[in-house]
């Protein structure tokens, strides 16, 4: 089954350390997206890529980074940076083009301890 | 500044009446809209969308309604079930600037048995 796979489903970092989010999709999926989501709130964009080996800010983009080397992966760095990083955070993958909008995976939740 | 609005944070409904949500936009170039549903902990889910072309579109017990002069969709749901409620977010999209989606704030709905 193609799906969008997110891990790990909860994170725990200490205050000053950077961690990685996974995001692998197996739906040749061109775009992949992250977004980060707070209590009450909307889904706010982090980092977007459209194609491999290229990607754009998102509007909230400080303290984060992406990489983006193979189409199926997009992993999300938070880095020390990041003043305020407990949240909840989707990747969602879309083919770019058609009426298909986008998938979604199931979330990492982030609590700095 | 919002180019897609949910002006309701939150919509409380009795099971078996119907739940009407609201969704405002800006931009006259979005042509392709979205509503999502999403339960706590877990990523969005693929509802219902709509094309300019249409001013209505049905799925079961959910229908989506475009005023485009209004620049307004809404998503009705009719019965409600308890199991509706959820986080419902629009998105929308200008399809000929690519396939990017802009998302409202997403609107809490609550259906009491």
């Known amino acids: 089954d193609g799906g969008i796979t997110q891990s790990p489903k909860y994170l725990f970092r200490k205050e000053g350390q950077n961690v990685t989010l996974s995001c692998e999709q197996n739906?040749?999926?061109?775009?992949m997206y992250w977004y980060r989501q707070d209590p009450g709130q909307g889904l706010r964009l982090i980092y977007y890529?459209?194609?491999?080996?290229?990607?754009q800010k998102g509007d909230i983009a400080e303290g984060y980074s992406v990489s983006r080397e193979k189409k199926e992966s997009f992993p999300l760095t938070v880095t020390s940076a990041q003043k305020n990083p407990t949240a909840f955070y989707l990747c969602?993958?879309?083919?770019?083009?058609?009426?298909?909008?986008?998938?979604f995976g199931s979330g990492t939740r982030l609590t700095v301890v | 500044d919002q180019q897609v609005k949910q002006n309701s944070p939150s919509l409380s409904v009795q099971e078996g009446r119907i739940s009407i949500l609201n969704c405002d936009y800006t931009?006259?170039?979005?042509?392709?809209f979205l509503w999502y549903k999403k339960y706590p902990a877990e990523g969005p889910t693929f509802l219902i969308s709509?094309?300019?072309?249409?001013d209505k579109n049905e799925d079961g017990r959910f229908t989506v309604f475009l005023n485009k002069s209004a620049k307004h969709l809404s998503l009705h749901i009719v019965p409600s079930q308890p199991g509706d409620s959820a986080v419902y977010f629009c998105?929308?999209?200008?399809?000929?600037?690519?396939?990017?989606?802009?998302f409202g704030g997403g609107t809490r709905l609550m259906v009491k048995p």
């Open positions: 969602a993958s879309s083919s770019g083009t058609g009426d298909y909008g986008y998938t």
């Open positions: 739906l040749n999926h061109d775009a």
């Open positions: 890529s459209q194609i491999v080996n290229d990607f």
């Open positions: 931009n006259s170039m979005f042509d392709y």
């Open positions: 709509i094309s300019s072309i249409k």
């Open positions: 998105a929308a999209s200008d399809r000929n600037a690519g396939n990017m989606l802009t």
